[in-house]
């Protein structure tokens, strides 16, 4: 019954990440019944957003303006950088403020699996911000799965030559975490890491 | 860290129902990772709903037509009005493609406590269309809920006096249900409705 616009609009939102087509045609009812308050300001926010998208050509990070908003804020450290797998992850370290230096999306992850080669990912790029000079620490943080640990191994031994600190994000136990509710992979991790008690 | 247009568009989104803050990032992210394949269609998508959308100067549903694809759809029934009490039930039902009428939306319910009157509905416009002529049955599809079933009555009771069938829709046990998990209300309303045995 519904009109082809409305139709496609269902599907367009059905598509999103944690929407199915029930609450797309829910948040469509929603948006047709609230033109002033909620389609109106989400077409204004798309249109804005789709005019200036644009992939930062240093760190990979996508964002309004390239350089990105965290390559050209000068109040961050631009001498420690830390090297994720995909934006997401870099948006959710961000948002966590947590880490005040750079960062460098490698847009993946190695996987003999998948077919990605250390030349389907921005390593080079990463290898050239480090040559240029001015960085005193790399932390790596790629995903604790098989893959993104051989990333990490992968890179780490591509930048030993530089004269620049290697790090990498700790693995253990989450905070929260029931020693009986997790994998043994977890446990052995923290076990092996284990730290003198302060 | 994100760039304002970035953090509009998370706040509009996030406003839809079904999405929270932590969803939204997720869908912009989508977006904005999806130029070709999520963002633009999405964005035409929510032009094409806007610039055309309407309200149904005849039953009260959205669309991008006035008269709705449903009052204009020679194909239905037009002597039975099914009243509803928003766009979404109306949706709903047409969804289920068991009614092959028309529709009326009230726009609402009665309610003492909202201070929702009979003049702040589309009963008015409903008695109009009755007078008009050429209708047989007007069913009555109001939520099983006190104010809706107030409504209800009120709108049989406006109705009486015109020579039109008026139906409501049955209530008891929903498709599956459990008597040990149904509530009361439920339980009476299907034993005082109890139909004989075919």
């Known amino acids: 019954m519904a009109s082809p616009e409305i139709d496609t609009l ?9 929407l199915g087509p029930r609450s797309a045609r829910r948040a469509v009812l929603h948006l047709v019944k609230r033109r002033e308050t909620a389609l109106d300001p989400l077409l204004r926010a798309l249109e804005a957003v789709a005019e200036k998208l644009a992939t930062c050509s240093i760190c990979g990070n996508v964002d309004t303006t390239d350089p990105c908003g965290i390559c050209s804020d000068t109040r961050r450290d631009s001498r420690s950088i830390c090297v994720v797998e995909e934006v997401a992850d870099l948006w959710a370290l961000d948002r966590s403020r947590l880490f005040p230096g750079r960062f460098h999306v490698l847009g993946g992850r190695l996987s003999a699996l998948d077919g990605v080669r250390p030349e389907d990912l921005t390593i080079d790029a990463l290898l050239r911000r480090i040559e240029a000079g001015g960085i005193d620490e790399i932390v790596l943080a790629m995903n604790a ?7 990490s ?8 030559a530089f004269p620049v600190r290697v790090t990498q994000l700790a693995h253990g136990l989450p905070v929260g975490g029931e020693l009986d509710y997790l994998d043994e992979g977890t446990l052995a991790q923290a076990l092996r890491a284990r730290r003198p008690v302060a």
Chains 1, 2 share one sequence.
Do not use: K, N
Request: hydrophobic letters at 30%.
């Open 10 to 18: 269902t599907q367009a939102l059905s598509r999103l990440p944690g």
């Open 145 to 151: 799965t098989l893959e993104g640990q051989t990333t």
């Open 153 to 160: 191994h992968y890179i780490a031994e591509r930048i030993e």
